[in-house]
């Protein structure tokens, strides 16, 4: 079967939308807008990720001897897909996100967990009272902007596909890969 002209990806033009897409959400940032763009960690990256925080969470809990639910908390959440399995796993989920709409979504799907919370606000500025896990897959910029508000938290971030713009060294244990995904971990 032959493909005709119609079916084939023009890479010029598909890279001239790419630009077009990339500059409009540039002059958004630019404004105020948002950090990063809703797109929702794909299920199979979900329980790997989690598997390594909640070891990484209880760690921190049992060199510090403390006996208390670990707290996981989200910037940039969506609707809350990973939160809920954090949820289910047994952490005391905080989840943050500026947009209202996804906001609701998140906390409709924690609202069977007693111990989660899903706050709207900016990342740049939120800064729970405690944190032993953080999970971002957010652009370089928005993980930048984690890192600076959760300075000296002293608890984990892994960061899905994407560096801090500028860790200023923060970067502790360095790049892991999982499922063949790059997964880059930080110290607060």
């Keep these: 079967m032959s493909r005709s002209s119609y079916d084939r990806i023009d890479e010029r033009e598909l ?19 948002s950090l ?10 979900i329980e790997p990720i989690l598997q ?3 070891a990484m969470a209880r760690g921190r809990l049992n060199e510090t ?18 939160a809920e399995k954090a949820a289910e796993r047994g952490f005391y989920v905080i989840c943050l ?12 799907r924690l609202a069977r967990s007693p111990h989660a919370d899903t706050v709207v606000g900016d990342l740049s ?27 000296g938290a002293k608890a984990p971030l892994l960061s899905l596909d ?18 063949a995904r790059s997964v880059y971990t930080y110290e607060l």
């Design 97 to 108: 996100e500026l947009d209202e709409y996804l906001a609701r979504s998140a906390a409709q």
């Design 52 to 54: 390594l925080l909640e």
């Design 125 to 151: 500025v939120f800064r729970p009272r405690a944190v032993d896990a953080v999970y971002a897959y957010l652009l370089p910029r928005a993980v930048q902007r984690v890192l600076e508000a959760l300075k």
């Design 36 to 45: 990063s763009p809703f797109v929702p960690t794909q299920d199979y990256i």
């Design 15 to 33: 890279g001239k939308t790419v630009q077009i897409l990339y500059e409009a959400f540039q002059s958004i940032e630019a404004v105020g807008g």
């Design 162 to 179: 994407y560096p801090a713009e500028d860790d200023g060294g923060a970067l502790s244990a360095a790049r892991l890969e999982i499922e």
């Design 65 to 82: 001897g403390q006996r208390r639910q670990p707290v996981y908390y989200e910037p940039g959440c969506g609707s809350g897909t990973v």
